[in-house]
């Protein structure tokens, strides 16, 4: 089953950095972004199957947990996907995981965990879709 993937830092790096992780993955295609409204536009505007997005993003000029939080809420508003929160910040990510998020993870991100645990995710976010589908008929 192919998937789509959107990943959301205002960092580079980061973005590179995770993005490396599902490099190699025929099956996952990635899409990366820096604001809150890219990531609505794409999300928007492509079929995405998970999201991880950073909680402090910078918006306005300003970098807090607010931009990263309205989005997280913003995307459980509009879909059941698994959404997977990270942040440094302990605090933030209990504040993402009432907002709806599936995970939370602590920077940094381990690759391999990350890999691990978005591929079960998926996995399990999939087998549940398709079944849902067969109920309904």
């Known amino acids: 089953m192919h998937s789509n993937i959107l ?3 205002d960092e580079s790096f980061i973005l590179k950095l995770m993005s490396s992780v599902f490099r ?19 999300f928007n505007n492509k079929q995405i199957d998970l999201v991880i997005t950073d909680i402090f993003l910078t918006g306005k000029d300003v970098k807090d947990k607010t931009n990263g939080l309205k989005l997280l809420e913003y995307f459980r508003e509009q879909s059941d996907i698994p959404l997977i929160a990270i942040s440094g910040n302990a605090e933030a990510l209990l504040e993402a995981k009432h ?4 995970e939370t993870i602590v920077k940094p991100v381990a690759n391999d965990y990350l890999n691990v645990l978005v591929n079960h995710m998926l996995k ?5 879709s398709l079944s849902n589908q067969f109920k309904k008929k």
Do not use: P
């Open 24 to 42: 190699d993955q025929d099956t996952v295609d990635v899409f990366t972004c820096k604001t809150a409204e890219e990531a609505k536009d794409i």
């Open 7 to 9: 990943i959301v830092d």
């Open 99 to 102: 907002l709806g998020a599936s």
């Open 124 to 128: 399990a976010y999939k087998t549940n």
